[in-house]
């Protein structure tokens, strides 16, 4: 499985961005997608997940209000809907797939991983 994100960048405080991650594979099939984000000199960070089967959304409440995440079953494909943006928002965003069986879905248990992109929002 490969994750291909796009739609990552700069942006000022109070933009908006909108996030694309498209799954590719041969029997692509997943619980779930999602996006992890990480800072200069922090952990690794829950963003969102996505149920594929019903679409049920959860977001941590650092971006709660603010992101939202939808997907295309269709397409393998997620995406992520980032508002009213702050530089607390500024990290390296991951793409995520294929949670690890059995283990929290809040946690960065991902078989599938994109490549980090950095999205800086300046004040």
């Known amino acids: 499985v490969q994750l291909q994100a796009s739609g990552g960048g700069s942006v000022q405080t109070g933009c908006s961005l909108r996030r694309t991650c498209a799954a590719s594979?041969?029997?692509?099939?997943?619980?779930?997608m999602g996006w992890f984000r990480q800072a200069p000199e922090k952990e690794r960070e829950f963003v969102s997940v996505?149920?594929?089967?019903?679409?049920?959304?959860y977001y941590p409440d650092s971006v709660k209000g603010r992101f939202t995440s939808s997907r295309d079953n269709g397409k393998n494909t997620v995406y992520l809907q980032m508002d009213r943006m702050t530089p607390d928002d500024t990290a390296v965003y991951y793409c995520?797939?294929?949670?690890?069986?059995?283990?929290?879905?809040?946690?960065?248990?991902?078989?599938?991983w994109g490549q980090g992109t950095l999205v800086t929002v300046s004040s």
């Open positions: 995520v797939a294929d949670p690890v069986p059995g283990g929290s879905w809040f946690l960065p248990r991902y078989n599938s």
């Open positions: 594979g041969r029997d692509f099939n997943t619980l779930a």
């Open positions: 996505i149920a594929f089967s019903t679409g049920s959304t």
